[in-house]
C-alpha cells in the first residue's frame, strides 16, 4: 500500500500549506476518490483517522485527507495546535477554499494519473466537516457522492446569542478551553463577520436542498455534540439520502486520541464498512 505522508499543497487563496496525507494501492487500476475533511478542534492524524484510511485503500479506493490551512497545526507539528493565531483566524470560507483546492490538486496531479477515476468523487466529513463537505457538494459538479459522519446541518445556530454575542463583538476575540491540550483557543470575531457576511452560502439546508447526488448520513445515536435531530433535518431536506444510526455511538465514533491499538474501534469500523458499501455502491 502507497501511504504518502504530509504532502504540501499549496493554496490558491493564501499562503498557508494544506499538509495533506494520500492512501492507494498502486497497481495502474483507476480507483473512486475519497477525499475526507476533519471537524472542528480536529486534524488529520486524530484518533483511528489513519487505521481508516487504510481500509478504504485496501477496498481499492483512493483516500486522501488533510488538514484545513487553518486549524492550528503547522508543519513541523501537524497533530494539535501549535498555531493559535491560525486557527483564530480559520473560517468556513477558507476551509471551502482549501477543500476546492483539495479538489483540484488530486484530480490534476499527474503522480496519479493512473490510479483514479476523475469521474467518481467522494466527500466525507465528519461533524463541522461534514457541513463543508455538504456546501462543496453542492457547488463543484465533480462530486459525485456526498458522505456525511455526526455531520453538522446549522453553522450559524453554534454562534451565541444575545449579550454573549454583543460581548465578543465588543472585545473582538474569544476563547474555548481545550480540555484535553489545556489550550485557551481564540476566535475572532470576524469569524462570525465572515459567516454573516456568506450567511446564504454558508446556510447547509439550502445545499442540501439542492442535492443531486447519492448521500449517505450517519449518525450516532449516542452522541451528545451533534445531535440526533441534526441528521434527521439533513434527511427531511433530501429525502432521497440514506440515513444511518449507529445503536450507542458517540460523536468521535468511538474514538479517542491518541488512539493506540492496532484495529479501529467497533464504531468506526461499521461508520468505515457502511461508507466503503456505499461509494462501491454495494
Request: glycine share 6%; charged share 25%; net charge negative.
Amino acid at each position: 500500500m502507497q501511504k504518502n505522508h504530509n504532502l504540501i499543497v499549496k493554496s490558491s487563496v493564501h499562503n498557508k500549506p494544506i499538509l495533506t496525507d494520500v492512501f492507494y494501492l498502486k497497481d495502474n487500476i483507476k480507483k473512486p476518490i475519497v477525499i475526507f475533511c476533519h471537524g472542528y478542534k480536529g486534524y488529520k492524524d486524530w484518533g483511528a483517522w489513519n487505521l481508516a484510511a487504510e481500509t478504504f485503500a485496501s477496498n481499492n479506493l483512493f483516500f486522501v485527507k488533510f488538514n484545513f490551512s487553518h486549524n492550528g497545526g503547522t508543519l513541523e507539528n501537524p497533530i494539535d495546535f501549535p498555531d493559535l493565531e491560525a486557527f483564530g483566524n480559520n473560517n468556513f470560507i477558507k476551509e471551502l477554499d482549501d477543500l476546492e483546492n483539495m479538489i483540484d490538486w488530486v484530480t490534476t496531479n499527474p503522480d496519479f494519473k493512473n490510479e483514479i477515476d476523475t469521474e467518481n468523487i467522494t466527500l466525507i466529513g465528519h461533524s463541522r466537516g461534514g457541513g463543508i463537505v455538504s456546501i462543496k457538494a453542492s457547488e463543484n459538479n465533480k462530486i459525485t457522492k456526498l458522505i456525511t459522519w455526526a455531520g453538522v446541518s446549522d453553522f450559524g445556530a453554534r454562534f451565541p446569542q444575545g449579550e454573549l454575542l454583543q460581548g465578543w463583538k465588543k472585545l473582538g476575540i474569544s476563547h474555548i478551553l481545550n480540555t484535553r491540550t489545556n489550550q485557551k483557543m481564540p476566535h475572532l470575531y470576524e469569524f462570525y463577520q465572515n459567516f454573516k457576511d456568506n450567511e446564504a452560502r454558508l446556510t447547509i439546508k439550502n445545499a442540501i436542498e439542492n442535492l443531486n447526488i447519492p448521500h449517505l448520513i450517519i449518525q450516532g445515536e449516542n452522541d451528545e455534540v451533534v445531535l440526533p435531530e441534526e441528521a434527521k433535518n439533513l434527511h427531511l431536506w433530501n429525502p432521497k439520502s440514506k440515513l444511518v444510526f449507529i445503536e450507542e455511538m458517540n460523536h468521535p465514533l468511538g474514538c479517542t486520541q491518541p488512539w493506540e491499538s492496532l484495529t479501529m474501534p467497533f464504531h468506526l469500523e461499521k461508520v468505515v464498512k457502511k461508507s466503503i458499501d456505499f461509494v462501491l455502491n454495494k
